[in-house]
């Protein structure tokens, strides 16, 4: 959860201080290095603050595309959050879809481990508990573009103050994060400690 917030608090932060996009997309690739390096030290797995790496690396390439094109410091910080709002969006969509054909991802995760990949779909029961638990897995992404893509659309057409948008972005992208990623997680145990999943296809 701290690999994943700091890089964007400190983005956040800098930028609005500073108004400079490229100082505060420095900064924040200095402190995910620096717990990359804890991480190396620590021989522990870096996982998480590559994946915090990598959506730097992608918020500053949509951030310099938008200085191409003519805007402003503040939609060039608008434009680093995009990518996480449109994986969001796709990432609904796709686990989504899933779930509407009845072939849930969380089903896929079950075959997996079992060993076979597509026996649990003969059975309802389990074809309904999977989709259950899908349906709790996407939730997160779900209530992310439903916070963030106004603010993003508000701070972008000038609907809302354009460094307010930003504020909000990051703080909803922190708050949003890990945090709510865990409560579906936990929901997900929950649903499973009922004691009511199904071990056997019913008739």
């Not at 620590?42 to 951030?63: E, K």
């Not at 992310?144 to 106004?150: G, H, K, S, T």
């Not at 972008?156 to 972005?169: P, S």
């Amino acid at each position: 959860m701290v690999e994943a917030a700091v890089p964007t608090l400190t983005f956040t932060l800098i930028f609005l201080l500073s108004h400079e996009l490229k100082l505060a997309v420095l900064v924040s690739v200095a402190f995910a290095g620096l717990l990359l390096v804890i991480r190396l030290v620590q021989r522990s797995s870096p996982q998480f603050v590559l994946n915090s790496l990598i959506g730097i690396g992608l918020g500053a390439a949509f951030a310099w595309r938008a200085a191409r094109g003519g805007g402003d410091a503040t939609d060039q910080a608008l434009a680093y959050f995009l990518p996480g709002l449109l994986y969001n969006a796709g990432y609904a969509l796709v686990i989504g879809i899933s779930i509407a054909v009845r072939w849930p991802v969380v089903g896929f995760m079950v075959g997996s481990v079992t060993g076979d990949p597509t026996a649990w779909h003969q059975d309802k029961a389990v074809v309904r508990l999977c989709s259950r638990l899908t349906w709790l897995l996407v939730l997160p992404c779900v209530l992310r573009v439903l916070v963030q893509a106004p603010i993003y659309l508000a701070g972008k057409n000038g609907w809302w103050d354009e460094d307010r948008a930003v504020a909000a972005l990051g703080i909803a992208k922190i708050a949003m994060g890990w945090p709510l990623q865990l409560a579906a997680l936990g929901a997900m145990v929950w649903l499973l400690s009922r004691n009511r999943t199904p071990v056997a296809p019913t008739a």
